[in-house]
């Protein structure tokens, strides 16, 4: 009874919020169509998107994903990279760690693609958190610093926080305190800098844990309080629990067991009844260990807590997967239909070649035959041959250009010298052409002009007889 009713107030919650998220969403994906500057767009996505996938993945998996079919529709790889990244991330969250960084790795193959250096801090900042799954420091560090390098040069500091944020949490993991100290007290610094205060609850909780390990006890303790405060002014349930287990784990570790069990009690009612039933499960077995060789009573009731969060975080997972699996099979479609479209181009492309390359052929066989007879300027026929030339170079510049661009790996100055290239060996080839054309063209109109001047003048030298009648 008690699983069913916390399932249906997840959905009850997710009903309700998806409402008001479908009005804003109509919104955004308006502004993304009008907005020109790729850096905005970023940020327009990151304003939206970042609001909701800390409150409900599944949610703010399903908004990506209308972000993703806009931005495949309008051909807008910005948005496209924004949307990936954010279902990568989700998909973390869901503990699908191959599945996030596949798409992880496709966003920054994209991103790369793009150039824009913003663009590729972002999806490598969101890769690195693969890394760090995998237990990949070194390489997660490295690409965490360059984001966070530039961001800073950017001046995107909410992006440099979230990177220092994440290399402090990797030191505390590797017990570098020193290193963890420096970067989580950046995050912080920027944070304050910056007035973003939703991530504050995180940041503090990392430095109470640092100075707690440091056994710097009046610090760790501030931090924690302040962290608890940052979560309850933010009215944010999650954190609220974050930072009662985070403080109540340290108070165990110094063997203050009064306070930790005061402060684990606390992040189990936070969010019972909730969407956040599941965080229950950490603080009910540290409250677990605490009881069952003192009180075999409490020890039973957080036992039962324990398994309860269990079950619950098991059904809502069940449902989670059932909606993934439906999210994967409209991926696949988005998929098929982008490769159509895109073959569908490609043949309409190769038709507009054909119709080209059939058009120069006519040109070139009308200039022909009327040159013959009534083209005899030569100005006009040099003219003609130029404007012949241009349409053969454009039109090999037309089919060659995007084998120049994949030879060049997409490098202007290299494209521009194969063109330069091309025009070379072009020009002596007119040349000689044109030289012909006009010669060859102007004897036979001369020839044809020859020819009817000696028509009329044997005409005006030989009347006929009645013309010596008149």
């Not at 948005?79 to 869901?94: C, K, P, Q, S, W």
């Not at 420091?137 to 961001?151: G, H, N, Q, R």
């Amino acid at each position: 009874m008690v699983m069913k009713r916390i399932v249906f107030l997840c959905f009850l919650q997710f009903s309700v919020a998806a409402f008001a998220q479908d009005q804003s969403l109509d919104s955004l994906l308006e502004r993304i169509s009008s907005e020109r500057n790729e850096n905005k767009r970023i940020d327009l996505i990151n304003a939206f998107l970042g609001s909701t996938s800390e409150i409900d993945p599944v949610m703010d998996m399903q908004n990506a994903q209308k972000i993703l079919i806009k931005a495949q529709q309008m051909n807008d790889q910005i948005a496209e990279v924004m949307a990936l990244t954010e279902i990568g991330y989700d998909y973390r969250a869901f503990g699908n760690t191959q599945k996030s960084l596949e798409i992880n790795l496709k966003a920054t193959r994209i991103a790369h693609e793009t150039g824009n250096e913003k663009l590729i801090a972002h999806s490598e900042l969101n890769l690195a958190h693969n890394y760090k799954d995998q237990l990949d420091f070194p390489k997660a560090i490295k690409m965490y610093l360059s984001a966070a390098e530039t961001s800073g040069r950017l001046k995107d500091y909410l992006m440099q926080e979230w990177a220092y944020t994440s290399l402090g949490e990797i030191y505390i993991q590797m017990n570098k305190l020193d290193s963890a100290l420096n970067y989580v007290q950046r995050a912080y610094e920027l944070c304050m800098q910056i007035h973003h205060n939703d991530f504050s609850p995180a940041i503090l909780q990392f430095l109470g844990s640092i100075h707690g390990k440091m056994g710097h006890s009046a610090l760790a303790r501030s931090y924690f309080d302040m962290a608890i405060q940052e979560a309850g002014t933010s009215k944010s349930i999650r954190w609220l629990n974050e930072s009662y287990t985070a403080a109540a784990l340290y108070y165990y570790e110094i063997k203050q067991l009064d306070s930790s069990i005061y402060y684990a009690k606390k992040a189990v009612s936070i969010v019972q009844n909730t969407a956040f039933s599941n965080k229950r499960i950490k603080p009910a077995k540290l409250l677990l260990d605490l009881y069952k060789n003192v009180n075999s009573d409490s020890a039973l009731k957080y036992s039962e807590i324990y398994r309860i969060s269990n079950d619950s975080l098991f059904n809502v997972k069940i449902i989670q997967q059932s909606q993934l699996m439906l999210f994967e099979n409209e991926l696949q479609r988005q998929e098929f239909e982008k490769n159509k479209l895109a073959e569908e181009y490609q043949r309409k492309q190769h038709i507009q070649y054909v119709i080209i390359a059939l058009g120069l052929l006519c040109f070139i066989i009308l200039f022909l035959a009327l040159s013959r007879s009534f083209i005899t300027n030569t100005k006009l026929i040099a003219f003609l041959g130029v404007m012949a030339l241009l349409f053969v170079f454009e039109f090999l510049n037309l089919i060659l250009h995007p084998f120049l661009e994949e030879a060049t790996n997409h490098n202007p100055l290299l494209t521009l010298l194969a063109l330069v290239c091309i025009a070379a060996l072009l020009i002596p080839l007119h040349h000689r052409i044109e030289k012909w054309a006009i010669q060859a063209l102007v004897e036979k109109n001369k020839k044809i002009r020859l020819a009817n001047a000696k028509k009329t003048i044997a005409i005006l030298e030989n009347p006929s007889p009645h013309e010596k009648q008149r």
